[in-house]
């Protein structure tokens, strides 16, 4: 296949850190995110576990240089640039070259944060609504924050696809550098936690009141979280020309439609068995190559099962370590995907297999028991990482040592 | 982009217009409105079944039929991936939510609404629509959600991932979101494109589905032959050296353009842009539409509805001609879309004759 697709740089900001430094303190110190917090103007959130990012909005405000006083910056806006600039600093990205990148970044609930606020106050006889607030509702509008930010003019765009958002940024990135239309992309995902999400989860009988218990026969349901992940991603043209050192390749992808019902997944996990087989296909790697599976994983009922069965049909009795992050991070949606491929490219570059928090027993049908300790010097060269979503949007990533 | 051999062998359209039955052509015009541009509704029970027709929101509703239609029109089955653009995505169910969690006080919530909310509800409905289990996409960038679609579905045929891929724009406009697009002085400022007869352009919705296909077939209705997406000028390029820079990487001349089609909208700050490109071609035709379909995120994709249909019938709605020049053929179509200066989209369109 043309062109490979180099992983330059990465920037993470979740509830185990703000930066990628942070998030490596908290694998270590096995410091999981999920708790009670206030933050949110919601009987709901504060009686339920979740993982959200400590500070407010004026204190991630003050974190960015570069943003303009008078402009209103959703939350998710705000969490996508402080991470897309780590990534960029990470690269040694120059504001000439971001001027001729392209911008791939994706969210499921946009400038809900603020929307929702808006919305409450436009439909009350008595408050006037915020009309700079409702400027930030739609996905796009994130994406032209940190294109404004970063400098980025040749192309910008905004995936939406629930929960697999950031995975299918990564893949639409990987296809623009694949064609040479652009050397150099700034890819991922990012969502804030806000009202209309926590209550909707609900709505669904989702949410766990305990921390979440991924791929145990107990699991009683998952855990909501915010975060950013971002990454440069560079053809190896453009690696050559600035000299610098790729921190992992991004080997295959693969995406498919589970086409069985607009949240839950189907019984024999065929979208996920689709989206991982083509992941791995597409990389010229075989299932037998895979060290280590970052899963979906979220702790619901359905989800763990459907991937379960869909593993076991991929590798039969020999399902690679595997362990989902969730339990660190909650699901933080469309968000889900950057975040854990940043964590495996700290995976291939440390070393480490992480643990599978909260897990006591495995699921009769399916008896897959995943990493409970985090693993260090592990030789990790290819990491298969999973998101699936409402709409039966699922991806697979496939990212390779280089 | 260079774009080779990309056929439309499938174009539906639902709008304000006339365009599912294509009596629009015929010069069944919908002229003065009040408010905003609704869709004229197919009958949805046609179409779908009965609980489809009564659980979906309009939106998913025009889309599924708009699907349908493209499909049939293009001869094929499946389609091997699914791609949708929506700007403001599914807006009845978000604010049916938003309403019953701010009315009941976060209880008692029924999830049915949260769940058709998600923007990719009309990709993912569509693939269950079709049991489909390629990929499936769904981009929200603004006025560049459905330019990103149709990017992304040529970059799969061109990567020969797949022969046949469905491109959809869909977007629909509530009263609430009337009002406040109104009060944020985008869309519907009551302003006349150029023609003084023309009508002032308001916001519009609608969907368009297109089926792209690798091979010309006897339902081909037009070729893509080049498609550029540039976000900002930046500060060394204008609009004029984008296009004669896009027209050379296609091997075209200013003169060879029989049909320029703008996306103009009255405003001042939009239409200097289409100003300066039309005077770059004094022969061509210059075409409108957001008069009568109206403005929003996606409704650049009318035009592409349009000009695959106006290559295929070789003629143009009097009611979209800014110019007087009816051309003696219509061969090759420039379509140019922006706003304020951003997301400046270019494609240029063919017909497939050998």
Do not use: V
């Given at each position: 296949m043309a062109n490979k697709v180099l992983i330059t740089g990465i920037g993470a900001v979740s509830a185990i850190g703000l930066n990628i430094q942070e998030l490596k303190d908290s694998i270590l110190l096995s410091r999981s995110g999920i708790g009670y917090y206030d933050r949110l103007d919601s009987t709901l959130s504060r009686k339920l576990p979740s993982a959200q990012i400590s500070l407010s909005d004026e204190q991630i405000k003050s974190k960015i240089k570069g943003l303009k006083k008078k402009i209103t910056y959703s939350r998710t806006s705000l969490l996508a640039m402080l991470a897309a600039t780590e990534a960029i600093s990470v690269a040694g990205l120059t504001r000439q070259e971001c001027s001729g990148a392209a911008l791939v970044s994706s969210s499921s609930s946009g400038g809900m944060d603020k929307g929702e606020v808006f919305y409450k106050d436009f439909i009350s006889n008595t408050k006037k609504p915020n009309l700079k607030f409702a400027l930030t509702h739609d996905c796009g509008d994130a994406t032209e924050k940190i294109a404004e930010l970063l400098g980025i003019d040749a192309y910008i765009t905004t995936i939406s696809t629930a929960c697999s958002s950031a995975a299918n940024a990564l893949i639409h990135a990987s296809r623009l550098i694949k064609s040479g239309m652009v050397d150099i992309v700034i890819a991922g995902g990012s969502d804030a936690l806000c009202r209309f999400t926590v209550n909707g989860f609900n709505s669904l009988m989702i949410l766990s009141d305990q921390p979440c218990k991924p791929f145990d026969r107990d699991r009683t349901g998952l855990n909501l979280g915010e975060a950013a992940g971002y990454f440069v991603l560079e053809s190896e043209a453009s690696v050559l020309r600035r000299g610098i050192k790729p921190?992992?390749?991004?080997s295959g992808y693969g995406n498919a439609c589970d086409a069985y019902h607009q949240t839950a997944s189907s019984p024999n996990g065929e979208g996920a068995y689709l989206a991982m087989n083509q992941a791995i296909k597409s990389s010229g790697?075989?299932?037998?190559?895979?060290?280590y599976i970052n899963a979906?994983?979220?702790?619901?009922l359905n989800n763990d099962l459907s991937e379960s069965i869909a593993l076991k049909r991929i590798f039969n009795e020999e399902v690679p370590p595997l362990s989902s992050t969730k339990s660190f991070t909650g699901h933080t949606l469309a968000a889900a995907g950057g975040i854990e491929a940043v964590l495996a490219v700290l995976s291939i570059q440390n070393g480490w297999v992480y643990p599978n928090l909260n897990f006591s027993n495995k699921i009769e049908e399916t008896g897959l028991v995943p990493v409970t300790q985090l693993l260090s010097n592990k030789k990790v060269n290819h990491i298969l990482s999973n998101s699936f979503g409402f709409g039966g949007n699922n991806s697979s990533l496939l990212i390779s040592a280089c | 982009m260079l774009v080779k051999n990309i056929y439309i062998n499938g174009a539906a359209c639902i709008s304000a217009q006339h365009t599912f039955d294509e009596t629009f052509f015929d010069g069944n015009v919908i002229g003065k409105h009040t408010g905003y541009r609704k869709v004229l509704d197919p009958d949805y029970k046609q179409y779908l079944n009965a609980t489809a027709s009564r659980r979906f929101s309009r939106l998913i509703k025009m889309s599924l039929v708009a699907a349908q239609k493209s499909i049939s029109m293009a001869t094929i089955i499946t389609p091997e991936a699914i791609i949708t653009g929506t700007g403001l995505g599914c807006l009845e169910d978000t604010e049916k939510f938003l309403l019953s969690m701010i009315e009941s006080n976060?209880?008692?919530?029924?999830p049915t609404a949260f769940i058709q909310s998600t923007h990719n509800t009309i990709s993912g409905q569509i693939a269950m629509m079709l049991s489909c289990n390629y990929p499936n996409y769904t981009y929200s960038s603004r006025y560049f959600s459905f330019e990103s679609s149709l990017l992304d579905g040529v970059l799969m045929l061109e990567d020969n991932s797949a022969e046949n891929v469905m491109v959809n724009a869909a977007d629909e406009i509530t009263p609430s979101i009337h009002t406040i697009t109104k009060q944020l002085g985008i869309w519907d400022r009551g302003e006349c494109i150029l023609n003084e007869n023309s009508f002032a352009v308001t916001a519009g919705e609608g969907v368009v589905s297109l089926i792209l296909s690798k091979a010309q077939n006897?339902?081909?209705?037009?070729?893509?032959a080049g498609l550029k997406l540039c976000f900002n000028l930046g500060h060394e390029q204008s609009i004029e050296k984008l296009i004669y820079k896009f027209l050379e990487e296609c091997d075209?001349?200013?003169?060879?353009?029989?049909v320029v089609i703008l996306g103009m909208n009255g405003e001042t700050e939009s239409d200097q842009y289409y100003n300066n490109v039309s005077a770059l071609f004094s022969n061509s035709s210059l075409v409108v539409y957001k008069h009568l379909f109206g403005e929003m995120f996606t409704s650049s994709a009318f035009s592409y509805w349009l000009s695959s249909h106006v290559i295929h019938k070789g003629k143009i709605p009097l009611s979209c001609l800014l110019n007087n020049k009816t051309p003696a053929k219509i061969k090759k179509i420039l379509i140019y879309n922006q706003f304020r200066g951003k997301y400046h989209s270019l494609c240029l369109m063919t017909d497939v004759e050998v």
């Open positions: 921190l992992a390749e991004l790697y075989k299932p037998e190559d895979i060290d979906h994983g979220t702790g619901t | 976060e209880t008692l919530l029924s006897s339902t081909s209705l037009a070729r893509i075209m001349k200013t003169s060879d353009i029989d």
